[in-house]
């Protein structure tokens, strides 16, 4: 039993979907708390004017009945409220009518950074706005629904996964600028048991399993899982955590994972986030239409996201965690899990310190 997200949508189309497979039936929902999650995700400081368009808040069209799960597929849907400026440009079937409203013009001004010139080529696009309305961070939003969800299911299990941002750089004085900056961000979990993960195989390791979700987030060019690079300039002696009565470590610098696997410490995943690729004073680029130099193309964007990739983060890692609760624990129903859960703490004789 495996928990799986997909997601699809464009940054201007009518919405943004994620589809969450392999939940346990039984598991409540409240709605109220996926979407306050949605509306932490746009609050953050140095978020494009796009934000006072949107107001994100979750639909569901299948996999739910009266706020509890079915153990079907979960359909989650995030609309985009500016697909009504967008609704010729980016219209899914041919548009009828006069051109009209925005991405009637193709871009053909790719930004350094974004995905924009290897998405075009590896497609053959003559229009870059084919490739950037999917790279967009735009659908992160459904990835922090998803998450929500995620949450909802650890939190029957004890566990709470909060973040926070460590480094940011300063916002007011690049915006000046016409500028961006990135940031660092930081995603801990309570209440995870040992043995989350497995050391077995790289594609079970717990670790690289958050690896790649959060580096699959857009902007992220790093991440590192406790102390992280900073162990490579540590002595072995310095760098380990000692081994406790009671099983408990006296530090946490692996971050809550060895080997691959949760040992019952806090897990803490650190994400680098890059400057948003997007200038309002653009870079250097080509015109891919007459392969002259040119200015990137500039749209509205975020001076900064990194308060937003916080939440994302923190969405990212419920899910993984999530996923490998559900592995570790199977059960068609959520009072299956509960059991399941509760046996194996008894097993090894682990009392979660306060979630
Ligand atoms: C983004 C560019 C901007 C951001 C967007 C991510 O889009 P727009 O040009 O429509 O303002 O606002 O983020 C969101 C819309 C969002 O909800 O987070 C990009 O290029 O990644």
């Known amino acids: 039993m495996t928990l799986e997200l997909r997601t699809a949508g464009e940054s201007h189309g009518p919405a943004l979907v994620a589809i969450v497979s392999g939940l346990p039936s039984g598991l409540v929902i409240d709605r109220a708390a996926v979407d306050a999650d949605l509306a932490r995700r ?7 004017p796009r934000q006072r368009i949107e107001r994100d808040q979750v639909e569901v069209l299948a996999g739910l009945r009266h706020g509890r799960t079915l153990g079907t597929p979960l359909a989650l849907v995030v609309g985009n409220r500016d697909h009504a400026n967008w609704e010729w440009g980016m219209s899914p079937w041919p548009p009828e009518g006069e051109p009209h409203g925005k991405g009637t013009k193709p871009v053909t001004l790719p930004r350094p950074g974004h995905a924009d010139l290897a998405g075009t080529q590896k497609h053959g696009f003559d229009d870059v706005r084919n490739t950037l309305e999917r790279a967009s961070a735009r659908q992160t939003a459904v990835i922090v629904a998803a998450g929500a969800v995620a949450k909802a299911f650890l939190r029957g299990l004890g566990m709470a996964v909060e973040s926070r941002v460590v480094e940011l ?5 690049a915006r000046a600028e016409r500028d961006t900056v990135g940031g660092v961000v930081e995603g801990r979990a309570r209440g995870v048991p040992p043995g989350l993960g497995s050391y077995a195989s790289r594609d079970e390791r717990l670790d690289a399993r958050l690896a790649a979700a959060v580096m699959g987030i857009q902007a992220v060019k790093g991440v590192e899982i406790g102390e992280g690079f900073a162990l490579a300039r540590l002595r072995g002696s310095e760098a380990h955590d000692e081994i406790q009565p009671g099983l408990r470590r006296a530090s ?3 971050g809550g ?6 040992n019952g410490e806090e897990i803490v995943v650190r994400a680098a986030m890059k400057p948003l690729p997007t200038l309002m004073r653009p870079l250097h680029s080509v015109d891919l239409a007459t392969g002259e130099p040119a200015d990137a193309h500039v749209e509205r964007s975020d001076v900064a996201a990194v308060e937003a990739l916080a939440v994302v983060v923190e969405a990212a890692v419920a899910f993984e965690l999530a996923r490998a609760a559900r592995e570790k624990l199977g059960g068609d129903a959520m009072v299956d899990v ?3 859960h509760r046996a194996y703490l008894e097993r090894i004789e682990w009392t979660a310190t306060s979630p």
Do not use: K, M
């Open 338 to 340: 509960l059991a399941a």
């Open 252 to 254: 946490n610098r692996a």
């Open 257 to 262: 994972i060895e080997g691959g696997v949760s």
């Open 169 to 173: 750089g300063d916002i007011d004085a």
């Open 42 to 48: 746009q609050e953050g400081y140095g978020r494009s």
